[in-house]
């Protein structure tokens, strides 16, 4: 059975960072696409980060330069590394196993970024 | 970046309804367009991917049609499990992108 954990999120200042991991069980994360997705208190979804099984990366504009996505594998884990965190980074967010449409979530993790 | 443009918003039905729900993207995404489901509190759910493709377990009443820009996602006969908000997902180019979402309400 295909499992997503995500933890890591919490209350943080403006300016802070903060490692967001999402532990998979039954499947291996090296070896497909996987995706973090957020959504603000009341809002909608947004695509955050991709990263491929290549290793090849990608990230929203609102992102870029502060986030990085990356995964262990031994560990069978993803990673969100988040810096210069920002008050509209607050977000429950969520980690996806992407094969073509995101089919599998975990059930994601708060991250509050207030002072 | 492709914006995704989702309609109605809101959409208000009964039991046993026909819906429609519409997505629009600002330039041709081919068929790379995935529906989601989400319930409050809970982690959104494939429902469609490649524009008309049924995911596994989802019932056959959910179906997509569409490419290019134009998509659409029709609920054949609502049931009260189907009350829940939808959303579009582009992945045709980075960054992906979702559409606004489409609350469907019981009237």
């Known amino acids: 059975e295909v499992q997503l954990v995500e933890s890591g999120g919490g209350l943080v200042q403006p300016g802070g960072s903060l490692r967001l991991s999402c532990a998979a069980s039954?499947?291996?994360?090296?070896?497909?696409?996987m995706t973090w997705v957020r959504q603000a208190p009341g809002k909608g979804l947004e695509w955050v980060s991709l990263?491929?099984?290549?290793?090849?990366?990608f990230y929203a504009d609102s992102v870029k330069g502060r986030f990085t996505i990356s995964r262990h594998s031994s560990k069978n884990t993803l990673y969100l590394q988040m810096t210069s965190l920002r008050t509209e980074d607050t977000a429950v967010y969520y980690c996806?196993?992407?094969?073509?449409?995101?089919?599998?979530w975990g059930q994601g993790t708060l991250v509050t970024v207030s002072s | 970046d492709i914006q995704m443009t989702q309609s109605p918003s809101t959409l208000s039905a009964s039991v046993g309804d026909r819906v429609t729900i519409t997505c629009r993207a600002s330039?041709?995404?081919?068929?790379?367009l995935a529906w989601y489901q989400q319930k409050p509190g809970e982690a959104p759910k494939l429902l469609i991917y490649?524009?008309?493709n049924l995911e596994s377990g989802v019932p056959s009443r959910f179906s997509g049609s569409g490419s290019g820009t134009e998509f659409t996602l029709t609920i054949s006969s609502l049931q009260p499990d189907d009350f829940a908000t939808y959303y579009c997902?582009?992945?045709?180019?980075?960054?992906?992108?979702f559409g606004r979402g489409t609350k469907l309400e019981i009237k």
């Open positions: 996806a196993r992407d094969l073509s449409g995101l089919t599998d």
């Open positions: 039954g499947f291996i994360v090296s070896s497909n696409s």
């Open positions: 990263i491929y099984s290549d290793g090849t990366t």
């Open positions: 330039q041709s995404i081919r068929s790379w």
């Open positions: 490649k524009a008309s």
């Open positions: 997902q582009q992945y045709n180019a980075y960054p992906y992108t």
